[in-house]
């Protein structure tokens, strides 16, 4: 499993990620800053990701 995390970790595009979270801030006019930034992307992290994740792997994948 360990490699295949590893090709994963390097596959996600991280750019990505944030570029999203910038184009919300701004669209909801925010203020930019990377605290601002960075605390959105922690609050995904810890209340919203491994359920989406699961989510998808069960929707994807027909398992219950």
Known sequence: MS???EELA???DT???AE????DMEGHDV????ENAKTI???VLENELCEA???SV???FNVV
Not at 20 to 23: A, F, K, M, N, Y
Not at 31 to 34: C, V
């Open 3 to 5: 490699d295949i995390r």
């Open 10 to 12: 390097d596959w996600i």
């Open 15 to 17: 750019d990505v990620i």
């Open 20 to 23: 999203r979270i910038l184009e």
């Open 31 to 34: 203020s930019l800053s990377l």
């Open 41 to 43: 992307w922690l609050d």
């Open 53 to 55: 994740i699961g989510s």
């Open 58 to 60: 069960k929707a994807r």
